[in-house]
């Protein structure tokens, strides 16, 4: 489960031309994880044979993690009625995740989840991320295209993740459909 809240505005500048802001709260996951394991096993000597089986015992885990904030800017232009093309840039701190255990006053615990948020802070950087996009219409039909560029996550790593987006729906008056194609390069 998890929870977040989203905010928003947009000021439409004239007819054609639209700015916002935006801002995204970190998004606090709950988890649980249970887990056990059984082995299944067979000793054989020249003398005898021996099957046999272990089972664990069940282990349960409760953890919170916690997502970075988002800031996103976004431009508009509406096109009369033949569509629009827009453009959204984002700010994320990755390194501002965390994580928490629950319930838990081991030392032990305690130090592993503090040495694990020093490394999701010193491994992780803010990144910038851009996306375009447009819709054309003509009639009932839109067409539709997108492009992204998303900064890595990881501090050492420069190369940026690019995906590329296609799309065509039908708009009628009470039903719509819609296809896309996402292509993701990394």
Do not use: C
Request: without cysteine.
């Amino acid at each position: 489960a998890g929870i977040n809240l989203k905010l928003g505005a947009i000021y439409r500048i004239n007819q054609m031309f639209r700015v916002g802001a935006a801002i995204h709260t970190p998004t606090s996951f709950a988890f649980e994880d249970s887990w056990n394991a059984r082995m299944l096993y067979e000793f054989t000597d020249p003398d005898f044979s021996s099957p046999g089986e272990q089972q664990s015992p069940d282990g349960f885990f409760e953890y919170k993690f916690k997502t970075p904030w988002r800031y996103i800017g976004s431009l508009g232009v509406i096109i009369k009625k033949y569509g629009f093309l827009s453009a959204d840039i984002e700010y994320v701190n990755y390194g501002g995740s965390e994580f928490k255990f629950n319930n838990t006053e081991n030392a032990e615990d305690l130090d592993f989840v503090r040495g694990l948020n020093n490394q999701l802070s010193d491994e992780l950087k803010g990144g910038v991320n851009l996306r375009l996009g447009g819709e054309f219409a003509y009639e009932i039909l839109r067409f539709r295209a997108g492009f992204s560029i998303t900064d890595n996550p990881y501090d050492n790593v420069s190369e940026k993740n690019n995906a590329l987006s296609l799309g065509i729906g039908v708009r009628g008056k009470t039903v719509f459909a819609d296809f896309a194609f996402k292509r993701i390069m990394n």
